[in-house]
């Protein structure tokens, strides 16, 4: 039997600063808008936290 492994992407900070930006803007939950990028909800909720000050955008509680 055959079993698939995947591999852990590494994102830049300048990704993370853009899938953050995007997420606050979609209107969508934490948990869809993750499923639909392919990323860990802990680690957006992780790297909002890292860009509070430098995104003006109103934040949205991400819960996993």
Do not use: Y
């Not at 852990?8 to 948990?31: A, P, Y």
């Not at 860990?40 to 509070?52: A, D, E, H, T, Y």
Request: glycine share 6%; hydrophobic share 25%; with cysteine.
């Amino acid at each position: 039997m055959e079993t698939k492994r995947s591999r852990r992407i590494r994102h830049s900070r300048q990704d993370w600063q853009g899938f953050v930006s995007e997420f606050l803007t979609s209107g969508q939950d934490c948990k869809s808008f993750c499923r639909d990028k392919g990323l860990n909800p802990s680690r957006l909720i992780r790297w909002q936290g890292v860009f509070r000050n430098e995104i003006s955008l109103p934040s949205a509680r991400c819960n996993p």
